[in-house]
Structures are given as C-alpha cells and as structure tokens.
C-alpha cells in the first residue's frame, strides 16, 4: 500500500514537472507566429511619365569677341562705352590722335564695334598708345547667351540638337531652351561633355551664373512602373522593397530604380504587378519578420 501511493506521488510529480515546459514550447510557438507589425501594403501603378535628364553647368556667352586696334603707337583719346553698354555694329568705341610732328594739327582714328552686342570687358584707356592685337574690350555678340550643361558621355548620347531643356537660375527663374550643339566627345580627365543650350530670352542674366537644368529625353511620355518612394529602400549602392512571402513572412526583394517624379519612383525591374509590397515601415522591419497586411 505505501509503495503505491509512493508511485502514484512520482506520476504526479512528473506530471506537474512536465507542464510548465509543454507550456513554455506552446508559449514560444505563438512568439514565433505572432505579427510582429501591421503594415499597409501597395503594388505597381502604371504611370505615363516624360524621361527627363537632369545636369548642372554655367551660363556662358554664345559668342564673344575681342576688339583690338590696328594701329600701333596712336594714343587713345577717348573711351566712349564702359561694361554693361549695348553697342550697335559700327559704333565708335575708342577714338585714336597721332599728333604730326611740327603742328598742332592730329590724324584721328577709330576703334568700332564689329556687332551689336554687349561690352563684357573694357580694358582701353585715355592715353596709353595702341598695340596691334591688344584687348581693348570684349564683346558678348548679340547680348546672347546660352547654358553650357556638363553631361556624360551616357547621357550625352541621349540628346538630339532641337530637343527642349528648363533651365532654372536664381531664386526660382525658369527659361526654356533648345540644344544647339553636343560635344562629340568627353574629357579625358573629368570623364564629362557638354551641350550648349540657347537661350531665347537672356535679359536679366549674368555671363557664369551657375544653373540647373532638365532635359526631355523622351519625346513625350512614356509607360513605366513605379511605387511611392517610402517603399523604396537602400543599402548601398542597391535598392530593394520588402515583399510579403508564404505566410506573411517579409522578403527583401532588390529592385531597379529610374527617374523620380513627387513622392514616386519608377521601378524598372524587379516586381511583378500584382505582388505587395510593404508601403511604409521597413527600417522596422527585417527578412523574415510576419506581419499583418492592411492593402493600402
């Protein structure tokens, strides 16, 4: 009689000393399966974007000229313009005196404008004597300018004399542009090009002012891919979305990526339509977590 109640005291013991771990794996089961975040999800949306091509560059005149007298050894006896003044072809800029031995008397000449345009550099002055090929002023034909933009050899291929470009200046000032010229090949040095953009509209504008600008490299709009930016993560130089896999598990999924327009980004490959990805939160989250989907 007391060895069964001493046998039926060890079954109860083991039962009870067996419980808490049975527990303790039903417990870390449902650790494991329990979401680890509610997340909103969204897929790729077509969107008719133009391509664009964005550079940076300066503003340069389109053409400038030197102006020089002559003549040698005529003392210059009057400066008529200074930088800043718009002469037209054929202006006066400088009168020369060569006094004749003996009298009073003066053979005058002329220093004038080859084009109309603006006077850039003004370096004559009364009474210094003329050198053959010495600058006297520098002259931005025309008043024209245009933007130099620094491209490489990539993009450069891109363009066609003709195509459109924004340029923006200052606070805020937008001009269209037309390419006028591309450079047939790059620096060897700074691996860049360059393509000269007109300007049709100039006034205002400083010769070397830096500016920003946009090519249309599409010729209209185009059909693309894209996501909101908020899904689109880096490490790196790459970028990935997160996926959501077999049993609502996070899948980190590497994508290519293109132009951005607002708050989205094109998704060149790496995503099928239909698949979700995680819209928002993903520094939280890591591959393998579950989570609770919400589409968005």
């Known amino acids: ?12 013991l083991g039962t009870l000393i067996s419980a808490p771990s049975a527990i303790a794996t039903e417990t870390a089961t449902g650790a494991v399966s329990r979401p680890a975040l509610t997340v909103r999800t969204t897929t790729l949306r077509e969107e008719k974007w133009a391509r664009q091509l964005t550079a940076n560059g300066s503003i340069t005149p389109w053409q400038e000229a030197i102006i020089s007298a002559q003549v040698v050894g005529l003392r210059i ?21 060569n006094f004749v031995q003996g009298t009073t008397d003066a053979v ?3 220093v004038i404008a080859p084009d109309s345009g603006v006077i850039s550099s003004a370096t004559a002055n009364v009474g210094s004597l003329s050198q053959p090929g010495a600058e006297l002023f520098r002259l931005i034909r025309k008043a024209r300018l ?7 050899a990539e993009e450069l291929m891109l363009l066609k004399k003709g195509m459109t470009a924004q340029i923006t200046l200052g606070e805020g000032r937008v001009i269209r542009g037309t390419v006028r010229a ?4 790059v620096n060897a040095q700074t691996r860049y090009g360059y393509a000269l953009v007109s300007l049709p509209n100039s006034a ?24 909101p930016q908020s899904a689109v993560m880096q490490r790196g130089s790459k970028s990935y979305v997160l996926t959501i896999a077999a049993n609502n598990r996070v899948h980190e999924q590497a994508v290519q990526i ?39």
Do not use: H
Not at 1 to 12: G, I, T
């Open 1 to 12: 009689m007391c060895n069964n109640n001493f046998s039926l005291l060890l079954l109860a």
């Open 108 to 110: 005058q000449a002329r």
């Open 204 to 227: 205002g504008i400083v010769a070397g002012a830096y500016a920003r600008g946009t090519f249309d490299v599409s010729g209209g709009s185009k059909k693309l891919q894209s996501l």
């Open 258 to 296: 293109g132009q951005r327009v607002a708050d989205r980004i094109e998704i060149k490959q790496g995503l099928k339509a239909d698949e979700a990805v995680i819209e928002s939160g993903g520094a939280f989250l890591t591959e393998g977590d579950t989570v609770l989907m919400v589409k968005g």
């Open 146 to 152: 245009e933007w130099r933009a620094d491209l490489t």
């Open 182 to 185: 591309i450079s047939p090949s």
């Open 77 to 97: 006896a009057e400066v008529k313009v200074s930088v800043g003044d718009f002469v037209q072809a054929g202006q006066v800029l400088v009168t020369l005196d």
